[in-house]
């Protein structure tokens, strides 16, 4: 019997900042203190506020520490675990009011707005204990759907509660399901897409690593919908600590016969395996994916047939994302209606961003669908630090676009975000501030799908490779406004004709940039100049002579020799030498050098 | 797992550990004074106690939990619990012993134990 349960975050965030060894000192100095008996340590999923990371909560209380170091760990157990008195210089500042109570953390500004769905479980339970998932209601809406309803009913529920894919497309889950339901086969498949690749999303992962078994009870629902007896599960080696939580969790699942033979009691069965992908983009298309869990080079063919009718090993196949099989059980437990009656017309409960870019809060966070971008970036996200300004957010990442400053109060929602010409993708959200330029920016994305195009077909192969050499031009400052022009013709031409989504979608971030940032293009390509000061080719350093004072710091540190001046006397750059590293202008400290 | 039975008893055997991580929502508070004065006259033991007797009784929505010293030093172990709709009530000297009758007369029956309470002093 415990009475007290710390918390710590074993996500891959935490865990980068030493979370493993925290755990550790806490187990050691729990058993040094004689709380062995009372107080136990649990490695849990990620809590959302990766940026705050090593988080610990320790429960009844809830109290929520943050940036916990090891050497923190001693004074936490004495005080806290031992005497009662939670240490409020090491909690979450949020969380402590101005006369030194402690809130809850529901209270605070990154966590009131949120509604947590998919992430429920995630940094409440121990996601390698299968009996902890069951605690919380685990695998009660297997066990519904297997004694109290028929796949038809099952299906009907999923479509009422107008769940989407979320992977990105937003196709209606219940309506894939039906799809593949209606084909008669000899052999069914349910896959689920864990192959996230997008710059700077980590939902899917995180929800595997916090909570693994809810995958596995829906994947299960799902086989029971369509008639399936096999799934899959195709995730990516570059996320270990997920594969291994996953695994742990599919082997607890067999063991309680959960996965397997007549599951309940009934003429049910269903097994699952993992299988890895090395990490190819383009293996998060459905085809491409299939493809590669075959065997065989993961590369897209066309559709139709649509998996639906021939998938994996050419039979009736659903393929859903981690986030949409997140939700299934939820909705089974308490109803279509439940589900339907959060988020948008058209896009019901919820969505999980991972918030990253030029942000105070970088994490996971959850919203109803339908909150304003506002809302996501200064309350939630805590605002730009250093004081900068929004400028746009990108999401969909390298398939979606960006979203101006004059349109953040615009409501998120799958078709909200395609009118004005972005996608919600699987959920990466990247803010982006005065300093950032959107050509670049157009140039890193086009850059991450010239790299990940698989190369089957033309247009995506050559034409991404063109279109981002015409933007090599711009940011060289050597383009001329008929390329803006050669820019649109070729993006559209790209979109139209690419075999899969990853093409189809690559050109994206450069006409949204265009569309919203023309004038940033017209600058680079006019004047030679780069707005935010990125682009290197455009940039050029000087030293103000009235501000330099002579220190000689500048032209200790230039790498390239390109500053000469005496002591005591102002210095100059030599431009043909300087190669624009910026080193001198961070060490100047008269904020005598500027770019420009 | 071959019925809705056999689950169900996995999670009510679970269910102390997901009353003790959500009852920070809940309203009953059980506070321990757990300062040098309280643990030297044996708060530690009472509560211990306590937790087992609300999970051997399976209450939820009931916090257990610490605080430093109350300033009544030569009453300890002080015991406050707080109950929704109810003023505080301040249990002193208690022992491992006398934490029965508190739950089943007070947490549960809505009624304090008087002659252990500050009052009775």
């Known amino acids: 019997m415990y009475r007290s349960h710390v918390m710590v975050c074993g996500g891959t965030g935490c865990t980068s900042s030493n979370s493993d060894k925290i755990a550790q000192a806490f187990e050691d100095e729990i058993l040094a203190t004689g709380l062995q008996d009372e107080v136990k340590v649990i490695r849990t999923g990620c809590f959302g506020l990766c940026a705050l990371g090593p988080i610990v909560v320790i429960y009844p209380e809830g109290s929520f520490y943050s940036m916990v170091k090891e050497e923190n760990v001693k004074e936490i157990v004495d005080e806290h675990l031992l005497k009662g008195r939670p240490v409020t210089r090491l909690l979450y500042d949020e969380t402590v009011a101005e006369d030194n109570t402690i809130k809850s953390l529901d209270d605070t500004a990154f966590y009131k707005k949120q509604l947590r769905i998919a992430l429920r479980n995630c940094g409440v339970i121990n996601p390698e204990n299968i009996d902890e998932y069951i605690a919380f209601d685990g695998y009660a809406a297997l066990g519904k759907v297997l004694t109290e309803m028929t796949p038809d009913e099952v299906i009907q529920t999923i479509l009422d509660s107008g769940l989407r894919g979320r992977g990105g497309a937003g196709f209606p889950t219940g309506l894939k399901w039906k799809f593949a339901a209606g084909n008669k086969a000899d052999q069914k498949y349910v896959c689920c897409n864990a192959d996230e690749g997008d710059p700077g999303a980590f939902m899917d992962r995180s929800i595997l690593e916090g909570d693994p078994h809810v995958v596995i009870e829906a994947m299960a629902i799902a086989a029971y919908a369509i008639g399936a007896s096999q799934g899959y599960v195709y995730i990516r080696a570059e996320y270990p600590i997920a594969v291994q939580r996953l695994t742990i969790a599919i082997n607890q699942a067999r063991e309680y016969g959960l996965l397997g033979k007549n599951i309940f009691g009934t003429d049910f069965s269903f097994d699952l395996d993992i299988k890895l992908g090395a990490g190819a983009f383009v293996c998060g298309e459905e085809t491409a994916l299939m493809t590669s869990i075959e065997g065989k080079r993961g590369e897209p063919r066309p559709r139709p047939p649509f998996p639906a009718v021939k998938g994996l090993f050419a039979r009736p196949t659903i393929l859903n994302n981690v986030e949409t099989y997140a939700n299934v059980p939820q909705i089974i437990l308490k109803g279509a209606d439940w589900f339907a009656s959060m988020g948008t017309e058209k896009s019901k409960g919820t969505k999980v961003f991972a918030l990253g870019g030029k942000i105070k809060n970088t994490g996971l966070v959850e919203i109803p669908m339908g909150t304003t971008l506002r809302t996501i970036v200064e309350e939630i996200g805590g605002g730009i630090p250093n004081g900068k300004k929004f400028k746009a957010a990108q999401t969909g990442g390298p398939s979606g676009g960006c979203i101006p400053a004059s349109l953040i109060d615009t409501p998120i929602d799958y078709d909200n975000l395609i009118a004005i010409g972005s996608m919600m993708g699987s959920g990466g959200l990247i803010v982006m501030d005065e300093d950032t330029c959107m050509v670049d920016i157009a140039k890193f994305f086009l850059e991450f799908t010239v790299d990940e195009s698989c190369g089957k077909c033309t247009p995506c192969r050559v034409g991404t490779k063109r279109l981002l050499e015409l933007l090599n031009k711009i940011t060289d400052g050597k383009g001329t406004m008929e390329d803006l022009d050669k820019i649109e013709e070729l993006a559209e031409f790209i979109k139209a004709n690419s075999l899969c989504g990853l093409g189809q979608t690559a050109p994206n971030p450069v006409l949204s940039t265009m569309r919203y940032f023309r004038d940033e293009y017209v600058e680079h390509i006019v004047n030679k100049r780069c707005p935010a000061g990125v682009c290197k080719a455009l940039l050029n350093y000087k030293i103000d002579p009235v501000k330099c004072k002579g220190c000689t710091l500048c032209a200790r540190t230039c790498p390239a020799g390109a500053i000469s001046g005496t002591v005591r006397q102002p210095h100059s750059i030599d431009t043909t030498k300087c190669v624009k590293c910026g080193a001198c202008v961070e060490k100047c400290k008269f904020g005598a050098i500027s770019k420009g | ?121």
Do not use: W
């Not at chain 2, 757990?34 to 999970?55: D, Q, S, W």
């Not at chain 2, 939820?60 to 109810?86: A, D, W």
């Open chain 2, 1 to 121: 797992m071959k019925s809705l039975q056999e689950l169900a008893a996995i999670r009510d055997r679970m269910k102390q550990t997901v009353n003790t991580r959500e009852a920070a929502h809940d309203t009953t508070r059980i506070v321990v004074g757990m300062a040098t004065c309280g643990i030297a006259a044996g708060a530690r033991p009472v509560l211990n106690a306590f937790t087992e007797e609300i999970a051997r009784r399976e209450l939820s929505g009931v916090l257990v939990t610490q605080t430093g010293c109350i300033g009544l030093c030569q009453y300890e172990p002080i015991v406050e619990v707080t109950m929704p709709g109810q003023d505080k009530v301040t249990y002193v000297k208690m022992t491992p012993d006398k934490v029965a009758r508190v739950v089943s007369e007070h947490i549960i029956g809505g009624k304090p134990v008087a002659e252990y309470t500050i009052g009775a002093r």
